[in-house]
């Protein structure tokens, strides 16, 4: 069964704190993904890897990094937390090729204070 | 700029009878189109998918239909049934790239 699990369901920090989001993907997929889930706009991407050591900006990655650095860990940072960072924070990867079906977490539910 | 619009926040039904989501898109470029499904709590799993060149596309209770001259697409559940209620997102995709719509929560009431 394909699993990608995420380090936390929920997660409450402080204005201006450094904070790490883990995603861990068992299916040896190519690419995965950092989405945020906020009411009325849906999903929207932040960053995006189709490689190891590879990351691409997604729609809003202001305020966020990633890293990858093996092939089934991608890490979303949020280099000083703000308020409006206070999202539902998804995790997806997919195999390479057409359409290319994503696979999700549980989501991490992160508020800032 | 959103490139996929699910223009209902929310829809209704009856169980047994049909629901129908839209979803709309902007960008022509767009070559494959899903729909995910997502309850609360959880995150959003894969319901069905089309490629750009088909129209239809039928598995089970579901059927997604592409109108690509209006750059629209729908899903059609039937019967619906109270386990389907949830919220549903459509998304188009080009290469690495997926858009995803704001999302339809449908109530299928018993």
């Known amino acids: 069964d394909v699993k990608v699990t995420q380090s936390s369901r929920y997660l409450v920090k402080r204005t201006g704190e450094k904070v790490f989001l883990e995603c861990v993907q068992d299916m040896d997929h190519e690419n995965m993904f950092w989405y945020r889930q906020d009411p009325g706009l849906g999903l929207r991407l932040i960053y995006f890897s189709y490689d190891v050591k590879m990351k691409e900006k997604g729609d809003i990655p202001e305020g966020y990094s990633v890293s990858r650095e093996k092939k089934e860990r991608f890490s979303l940072i949020l280099e000083s937390a703000s308020t409006n960072q206070t999202s539902m924070y998804l995790c997806a990867s997919s195999t390479h090729g057409q359409g290319g079906e994503q696979y999700f977490g549980p989501g991490t539910r992160l508020t800032v204070t | 700029d959103q490139q996929v619009k699910q223009n209902s926040p929310s829809l209704s039904v009856q169980e047994g009878r049909i629901s129908i989501l839209n979803c709309d898109y902007t960008?022509?470029?767009?070559?494959?189109f899903l729909w995910y499904k997502k309850y609360p709590a959880e995150g959003p799993t894969f319901l069905i998918s089309?490629?750009?060149?088909?129209d239809k596309n039928e598995d089970g209770r579901f059927t997604v239909f592409l109108n690509k001259s209006a750059k629209h697409l729908s899903l059609h559940i039937v019967p619906s049934q109270p386990g389907d209620s949830a919220v549903y997102f459509c998304a188009a995709s080009a290469n690495h790239d997926m858009r995803f719509g704001a999302g339809t929560r449908l109530t299928v009431k018993p």
């Open positions: 960008n022509s470029m767009f070559d494959y």
């Open positions: 089309i490629s750009s060149i088909k």
